[in-house]
């Protein structure tokens, strides 16, 4: 019987024990599964936190690259439009460089045309044709070659005409043809009025128009002929032509200044013999002037 009792209170000790164990396993078991909670709620945070952070990367991300993307997609059109700019310009640059070689090669198609046909002339002897068409060829686009063969034919044509038109002048003068030689005689002047035998043209346009009794032109031209040093030799008849016609305008005082001149500059001259009776005779005419006016004088 006594052992059976200690069976039992061995029994009932082991149950006491498992039962405290079991309290104390399920306590355990209860604190683990707190810990675990609380772990779980803290992973939980952690996770939203990270998910947080995650996005605001991803958007900061997103939108530095996209700033990014579009500074350079600005700075590319950019490029693209000065490129753009620049080809246009280059474009519209050749385009105009292209109509101006076009422009100047149908004007010098134009102006080869043009020297043929002025060339034939010349070669004609064509001188008052090619006098008279030099101004429309010299506008055209021709070579320095071309353009200094046909300005020096043409000063030469000139030249030609010019002395042509002073000895027909001279022809219609020794006619009596006054009206008509003064016109060929202009007409010589205005060809070439620096050539050599311009002083004799305007001499003998002044012995004209002197004639034509147009007096007051022909001092003009008398007195050009006087004050030219090209040739001499006219210059004394130009004084004596100066002397006639301002006699004739009744000019008594500058007829005897000419006649003054004419003797003090070429005594030598047989204008000279005739300018020293004339001057008396002037010099009378004036003082028989002057006598009169004053006694005619209240």
């Not at 019987?1 to 396993?25: Q, Y």
């Not at 803290?42 to 991300?61: D, I, K, T």
Request: contains cysteine.
């Amino acid at each position: 019987m006594r052992e059976a009792d200690e069976e039992i209170r061995e029994i009932k000790k082991e149950i006491i024990e498992s039962r405290g164990l079991t309290i104390k396993t399920n306590n355990f078991v209860n604190a683990l599964g707190a810990d675990i909670k609380s772990i779980a709620k803290r992973q939980a945070g952690y996770e939203r936190r990270f998910n947080w952070n995650s996005a605001v990367v991803y958007v900061l991300v997103a939108t530095l690259s996209f700033a990014g993307l579009k500074l350079a997609s600005d700075a590319r059109i950019r490029e693209i439009e000065t490129e753009k700019t620049r080809l246009t310009r280059s474009v519209r640059e050749l385009r105009r460089e292209l109509d101006d070689e076009t422009q100047r090669a149908h004007n010098r198609s134009l102006a080869e045309t043009e020297a043929g046909e002025f060339y034939d002339l010349i070669r004609q002897q064509k001188r008052a044709e090619v006098v008279a068409g030099y101004e429309q060829i010299s506008h055209e686009e021709l070579s320095r070659a071309e353009n200094a063969f046909f300005r020096d034919t043409y000063d030469r044509f000139r030249l030609d005409l010019s002395v042509t038109a002073y000895q027909n002048g001279l022809d219609l003068m020794r006619t009596g043809r006054y009206a008509e030689a003064a016109e060929k005689l202009q007409e010589s002047i205005q060809l070439k009025d620096e050539a050599a035998h311009i002083p004799a043209v305007k001499y003998q346009l002044a012995r004209a128009l002197r004639r034509l009794g147009r007096q007051s032109e022909a001092l003009v031209y008398a007195r050009q002929v006087v004050e030219q040093n090209t040739d001499r030799e006219l210059q004394d008849d130009a004084v004596w032509l100066m002397a006639l016609c301002a006699e004739e305008l009744d000019d008594i005082d500058a007829a005897r200044d000419s006649l003054r001149t004419l003797i003090r500059r070429w005594p030598h001259s047989s204008l000279a013999r005739d300018a020293r009776p004339k001057l008396r005779d002037l010099t009378r005419r004036a003082i028989r002037g002057r006598q009169a006016a004053a006694s005619s004088a209240p």
